[in-house]
């Protein structure tokens, strides 16, 4: 099993949790559904989600696949990120304080945190607010669409 795997089922155990919560069932379009959720190693549009769960059984519809985000959603294992394009949204398990950062090229998401996370709440002060909270999101290009970027055959520097 690779670690991408022991992630998803991990992530699966969590999901169908959140089911319980509500008192769902566990049908086999919903399982269907959180597989494909677990699976996604990238951010995704409610469209991208839906045309996947399509692949795996054209049965299952747009609503029952809006549904099941929102209840995800609503259970903290989904987050919502702030994107130019419209609606994205992440699988997230971690429940620490963190910040995203989206590749810009490919979707893939990473979460990372800040070595002095206070600086924003001091940074705000300096304009005479006081901060609750705060979202702090980045846009970027990921370690794998960097290194396609790259012509093959030439070194990053000059020697
Ligand atoms: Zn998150
Ligand atoms: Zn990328
Ligand atoms: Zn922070």
């Not at 549009?45 to 809006?66: K, M, N, W, Y």
């Not at 006081?130 to 370690?143: A, I, K, S, T």
């Amino acid at each position: 099993m690779t670690e991408g795997q022991i992630g998803e089922s991990v992530a699966l155990r969590l999901m169908e949790r959140a089911l319980d919560a509500q008192g769902l069932r566990h049908t086999l379009p919903r399982r269907t559904i959180l597989e494909v959720v677990a699976g996604m190693g990238h951010s995704f549009t409610p469209t991208e989600l839906t045309e996947q769960v399509a692949r795996r059984d054209p049965h299952i519809g747009r609503a029952s696949v809006f549904r099941l985000l929102q209840l995800l959603r609503g259970a903290g294992l989904v987050e919502r990120l702030h994107s130019p394009d419209g609606e994205l949204y992440t699988l997230c398990l971690a429940t620490e304080h963190h910040h995203h950062v989206t590749c810009t090229v490919c979707g893939r998401t990473a979460t990372f945190s800040l070595e002095d996370d206070d600086a924003v709440g001091r940074a705000v002060e300096r304009v005479g607010y006081r901060m609750d909270h705060h979202v702090l999101q980045v846009f970027g290009v990921c370690p794998a669409c960097l290194q396609r970027e790259r012509p093959p055959g030439r070194p990053e520097a000059p020697q």
